[in-house]
């Protein structure tokens, strides 16, 4: 669609960026929805970040996302963080507000959620275990998603032990560390398995777990998303498991930001899912 002068501006902010599906999810959704705006991939090498956020006020924008490797770097430099993105450790959506000043949150945490909730309706935190591979930013963010929905057990495998042990100390209870040579016992009475590696997406080898050893009951999730299939989906899907992709968490995670730059509830639609998977 054309724009005008008085186009409201948006964008992602990563190093390297190309590989974002960002500006397609919110290229629709301004489309659907008649909107005057634009939403722009911005290139930013990490010694040049901060001064890049510094003139979004300047430039008019109403906002950015951020993504690898800066969403760390973006706590420390933004005005104002909300609880959760400081529990997280990490920003991946900046609001510019009406005096210039930056406001940062995470919605990994929500978009996790909701993409369980709106896939599998009747999961629920009480259920049982739940097991996270990987300790990441995206490990952590999960990580609080479950705490705060009541998960009453967490488990981290990652292979290396350090990086689990210190996402269990900044999340605390009830996330506890399980070392990687007991990933298969750590899944056997799980309720829920998340990968937050990317092992299994598009040119990386599969995660090495056999789904014969989860649950029979578990939810299975991944939070890759090319291939919207990934390895261990196939696998839990062959054994009849009930399977959560990746595709859906990076839409509803773009909702909250969408809406406040260009004031309008953007929805989740077959049609949008098929658009975006079919740039993978």
Known sequence: MIISARARLAGVMGWPVDHSLSPRLHGYWLEANGIDGAYLPLAVAPEHFAQALRVLALLGFRG??????????????????????RRIGAVNTITV????????????AYGFTEHLKATVPDWQASGGPAVIIGAGGAARAISVALVDAGVAEIRIVNRTLARAEALATAVGEPVRVVA???????VGDAALVVNTTTLGMTGQPALDLEAAS???????????????????????????LRTVGGLGMLIHQAR?????????????????????????
């Open 214 to 240: 989860i649950n029979d009951d578990a939810v299975v999730c991944d939070i890759v998303y090319a291939p919207l299939q990934t390895p261990l989906l196939r696998a839990a899907a062959g054994r009849g």
């Open 64 to 85: 950015v996302n951020i993504t690898v490797p800066h969403k760390e770097a973006a706590l420390d430099v933004v005005d104002v963080a909300v609880p959760l993105a």
């Open 180 to 186: 990687w040579t007991s990933r298969a016992n750590a």
């Open 97 to 108: 507000r009406s005096d210039g000043t930056l406001e940062g949150t995470n919605t990994d």
């Open 256 to 280: 909250p930001g969408f809406e406040a730059w260009f004031g309008v509830a953007p929805e989740i639609t077959d049609d949008l899912r098929a658009f975006l998977a079919a740039d993978l």
